[in-house]
């Protein structure tokens, strides 16, 4: 394969675009002998005729033709490359994709994007929200430049992980449920009361499961949910009793709308972390928003 430089390709580009050496030079800030010596050798080298002049300016010949349609595309796409790493190294455009579980969302994420959303506002964001093992998998298959998760979490190999600081949490239960004066809640007894919890394919369901097999129960929650933020409105409205993160739950305990309930040996504590791809470096837009949730987890 002849050695074809990406000047020749561009220089064409122009010509065949603009059917006019005239106006391909003028737009390259060149002459037209140079424009017209550039085009020679490029025929040269790929053997082929590419263009017929005559005094009303350029055909392309089929050859021609089928050159500039990949030329074309390989042009827009090398400009829009140009723009975008222009755009990001000024932080005035870009894309950060995040995948993100309910939890670390409510939990940090959501105050960092405030942040961040007026600082750079044109930054677009994409996000998904996911448990901790769809957004492992959305990570790790380059779908997205950062995983904000909650523990217990298995770290693959060429995965990287930052932790941005712990939560802990509690069982709730509505204000008028039988165990709103109960102090304390044997483990044992959690069978007693409807659960409402997040089904199987979470790890929040293993973390329980965990906790609870020494107390000889098994954990199954009697209402499966798919995200945390829907277990507080059915407490509420007494369907049952149910772990929540306590920055959750917050609000509603100050307003005396549900309860905390004591359960001895059941009061996990839990890790919000960023995972990124070891292999990769994160683009200056997708960097900056990770200082910023590090700067949230410090507060």
Not at 102 to 114: F, V, W, Y
Request: net charge neutral; glycine share 6%; proline share 5%.
């Amino acid at each position: 394969m002849n050695h074809i430089t990406y000047d020749y390709y561009r220089i064409f580009y122009y010509v065949a675009k603009y059917k006019s050496i005239s106006q391909a030079a003028k737009i390259l800030h060149s002459n037209q002998p140079n424009i017209t010596k550039f085009m020679n050798k490029l025929e040269e080298q790929l053997g082929c005729k590419l263009m017929i002049r005559s005094n009303r300016g350029i055909t392309l010949t089929p050859e021609g033709e089928r050159l500039f349609a990949h030329v074309s595309v390989a042009y827009a796409q090398l400009k829009e490359a140009e723009e975008e790493i222009a755009g990001y190294s000024s932080m005035h455009a870009g894309t950060v994709r995040i995948s993100a579980t309910e939890t670390a969302l409510h939990g940090i994420l959501l105050d960092a994007l405030i942040k961040y959303r007026k600082s750079f506002p044109g930054i677009h964001l994409f996000i998904t929200n996911e448990s901790t093992p769809e957004a492992i998998q959305t990570l790790r298959k380059g779908a997205a430049d950062l995983a904000i998760v909650t523990s217990p979490v298995a770290i693959p190999s060429g995965l990287r992980k930052t932790s941005l600081g712990t939560f802990r949490e509690i069982l709730v239960a509505a204000k008028d449920s039988p165990l709103s004066e109960k102090a304390i809640l044997k483990p044992a007894d959690i069978r007693k009361y409807s659960v409402i919890g997040l089904g199987r394919h979470s790890k929040t369901y293993e973390l329980y499961s965990r906790l609870f097999l020494p107390y000889g129960v098994e954990w199954q929650p009697d209402i499966d949910v798919a995200t945390a933020d829907q277990i507080l409105p059915m407490v509420k409205a007494g369907l049952g009793i149910g772990f929540l993160p306590e920055f959750m739950a917050k609000q509603e305990l100050e307003l005396k709308n549900i309860v905390s309930i004591n359960v001895p040996g059941i009061q996990p504590e839990r890790e919000i972390v960023i995972l990124e791809d070891s292999d990769k470096t994160l683009n200056v837009a997708a960097r900056e928003l990770k200082k910023y949730l590090m700067t949230e987890s410090e507060v």
